[in-house]
């Protein structure tokens, strides 16, 4: 499985972005889809989790609100919608593949569990 990213840039505090994770290869093996994003001389911190056929959704508390995951099965797409964006809220933002259908944070949550990773999209919020 691929995972291509793409949406990232500079913007201003307050303003909303939308990222994109393009999938391809064999994306019938996976389940869940993430988002995570990493801070400078941070770890990487779970943000949004989507699985592929119920469309369950589940966000970190610090973007509920704010951000909404969705997908388009037909284009293998996974969004990350982002709004009212803080300076904190910059990052690298990963998209990440998971095989299992996670209903637990324990799954989707957490970074290890996830098999498939792309190579990230710098998101930068200026205040």
């Known amino acids: 499985v691929h995972l291509v990213e793409s949406g990232g840039g500079l913007v201003q505090a307050g303003v909303s972005l939308r990222l994109s994770c393009a999938a391809s290869?064999?994306?019938?093996?996976?389940?869940?889809m993430g988002w995570f994003r990493q801070a400078p001389g941070k770890e990487r911190d779970f943000v949004a989790a989507i699985t592929w056929m119920t469309s369950n959704t589940y966000y970190a508390h610090s973007v509920k609100g704010r951000f909404t995951i969705s997908r388009d099965n037909t284009k293998n797409t996974v969004y990350l919608q982002m709004s009212n964006l803080k300076p904190e809220d910059t990052a690298v933002y990963y998209c990440?593949?998971?095989?299992?259908?996670?209903?637990?944070?324990?799954?989707?949550?957490?970074?290890?569990?996830?098999?498939?990773w792309g190579q990230g999209t710098q998101v930068t919020v200026s205040s």
């Open positions: 990440a593949a998971n095989r299992q259908l996670c209903l637990t944070y324990r799954c989707y949550g957490m970074k290890d569990e996830y098999e498939y």
């Open positions: 290869g064999r994306t019938s093996s996976t389940s869940t």
